[in-house]
């Protein structure tokens, strides 16, 4: 005996639709009432900044008076101060630190990633810095580099320095000091990254790359450089707009000296702002830095194939 299946009324079935987009609805909302604070806060800290650092690029502002409207002066003024091009060619300087931090990060994460014994004290040594602040790394390193210092003293005990004056007093040496402690200081950061990339390469193409007799080396270049190939996207496209946007080491280690050596492009749009109070002008320098913090991270999609493992 075989029964036939009810059938629901037209009715009902448009109940259960009617119920269920109430409840997507529903969800819909709450979700949108918990990121309403965020929301909140990032058209107030960011989207609203940005909008208005953009509309000042046109004009001249001292904080004082209304804004009034110029045009492009502002970027012909810009255009036609050394100083500007001065902090710009230092900033684009800087960029080498880029992949030397990435080159060192990739072989610490490697090291790190291995299980061995107190692996975790290593990992989380080299991630200390991180979690410094760069007041404190700053001062360290300024006595570190300073007159008589102890990295002065190991430079002229190896031969590699003629005279004790100070690394971030020397116009030649000022930059280099800078971007070390750049380095020092990121390569934990890249290291976590990279380590948490690590972990979605495949340990099956590994060993099957080495069953057919691939060299370690080949196993690296062929299997887990390509399985980093997106983080490297991200690690290169963050350094890079990091680089370029220098500020923060510039400002507790070197103030811009010596003779302008360490002088950034975010340095002189800090001080058009701050000490000469030409808000138009500082504006007009931060846009200049994010145009070319664009065309950096498109290179950065150019050299790493748009961040495909598969490429």
């Given amino acids: 005996m075989t029964s036939t299946p009810t059938r629901r009324s037209r009715r009902a079935e448009h109940r259960q639709g009617s ?15 918990f990121m309403t604070p965020f929301l909140i806060l990032l058209v107030m800290f960011h989207t609203w900044p940005v909008l208005f650092g953009s509309f000042l690029a046109f004009n001249k502002y001292n904080i004082i008076s209304p804004p009034q409207w110029v045009g492009l002066d ?53 991630y200390v810095p991180v979690v410094t602040s760069f007041a404190v790394v700053g001062l360290i390193w300024s006595w570190m580099y300073q007159q008589g210092g102890p990295v002065n003293t190991v430079l002229r005990t190896l031969g590699l320095a003629s005279d004790d004056r100070s690394l971030l ?40 790359a080495t069953i057919d007799g691939a060299t370690r080396w080949q196993v690296f270049w ?14 290169s496209l963050l350094s890079t707009i990091s680089a370029i946007k220098v500020f923060e080491e510039i400002v507790v280690m070197t103030q811009g000296g010596p003779a302008g050596s360490t002088y950034s ?47």
């Fill in 222 to 235: 062929n299997v887990t450089i390509p399985g980093l190939r997106p983080t490297i996207l991200v690690c």
């Fill in 265 to 311: 492009v975010l340095f002189y749009s800090y001080s058009r702002a701050f000490q000469d109070f030409k808000y138009g002008l500082a504006a007009s320098a931060s846009i200049i830095v994010a145009l070319i913090s664009i065309v950096f991270g498109l290179i950065n999609f150019r050299l790493t194939r748009g961040g495909r493992s598969d490429a």
């Fill in 19 to 33: 119920a269920g987009a109430r409840r997507t609805l529903g969800n819909t909302l709450i979700a949108y009432a």
């Fill in 74 to 126: 502002n970027f012909r003024e810009l255009f036609s101060d050394e100083q500007f091009w001065s902090g710009l060619r230092n900033s684009l300087k800087y960029i080498l630190v880029v992949p030397v931090i990435q080159v060192l990060s990739i072989l610490v994460a490697l090291l790190v990633n291995r299980p061995m014994k107190g692996i975790g004290f290593f990992r989380t040594a080299y």
């Fill in 169 to 208: 007093n020397n116009p030649a040496t000022a930059l280099l000091a800078v971007m070390f402690v750049t380095l020092w200081k990121g390569i934990g950061y890249y290291m976590v990254l990279y380590l948490a990339g690590l972990q979605n390469v495949s340990q099956e193409l590994d060993d099957a």
